[in-house]
């Protein structure tokens, strides 16, 4: 889905506030890419290194709206936040993890009216879609 050129300043804008608000232990890029091949939503790993140094590498399909992107990026953020090597990735500490991220982030004023603009009718979430966490 091609977004405005308002709607894509706004996911920067809101990833700049996560890396402020809720800095991981690395740093974390964070790309839309077609994922839909991959039957995937979005994927979180730790690379690392590079000329960028260990980092967390979050990609979003780009097929979803700004909405949806917003909720994957939040499930995916958890897992940075949260990461570690070997253990099972939805655990209850990810869960409220993510809780905090979402009440803190969609229940502001001016993302909850954002978000429910933007929200799409239930049918249209993709569905039968997951995420991997890879790295
Ligand atoms: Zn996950």
Same mark, same amino acid.
């Given at each position: 889905?091609?977004?405005? &050129?308002?709607?894509?300043?706004?996911?920067?804008?809101?990833?700049?506030?996560?890396? +402020? =608000? /809720?800095?991981? %232990? /690395? %740093?974390?890029?964070?790309?839309?890419? %077609?994922?839909?091949?991959?039957?995937?939503?979005?994927?979180?790993?730790? &690379?690392?290194?590079?000329?960028?140094?260990? /980092?967390?590498? $979050? +990609?979003?399909?780009?097929?979803?709206?700004?909405?949806?992107?917003?909720? $994957?990026?939040?499930?995916?953020?958890?897992?940075?936040?949260?990461? =570690? +090597?070997?253990? %099972?990735?939805?655990?209850?500490?990810?869960?409220? =993890?993510?809780?905090?991220?979402? &009440? +803190? /982030?969609?229940?502001?004023?001016?993302?909850?009216?954002?978000?429910?603009?933007?929200?799409?009718?239930?049918?249209?979430?993709?569905?039968?879609?997951?995420?991997?966490?890879?790295?």
């Amino acid at each position: 889905m091609k977004w405005s &050129r308002k709607g894509a300043c706004k996911w920067r804008r809101w990833i700049q506030v996560l890396r +402020e =608000t /809720h800095p991981a %232990p /690395h %740093p974390v890029m964070v790309r839309r890419v %077609p994922l839909k091949g991959m039957d995937l939503l979005g994927q979180c790993a730790l &690379r690392a290194g590079g000329k960028r140094g260990k /980092h967390f590498f $979050i +990609e979003v399909d780009s097929s979803l709206d700004r909405a949806q992107a917003w909720a $994957i990026l939040l499930h995916e953020w958890a897992h940075a936040l949260n990461w =570690t +090597e070997g253990e %099972p990735d939805h655990s209850a500490q990810w869960g409220k =993890t993510l809780a905090e991220l979402w &009440r +803190e /982030h969609v229940s502001d004023s001016d993302y909850e009216a954002e978000l429910w603009a933007l929200s799409p009718q239930p049918a249209s979430w993709p569905s039968r879609r997951k995420h991997s966490h890879g790295g």
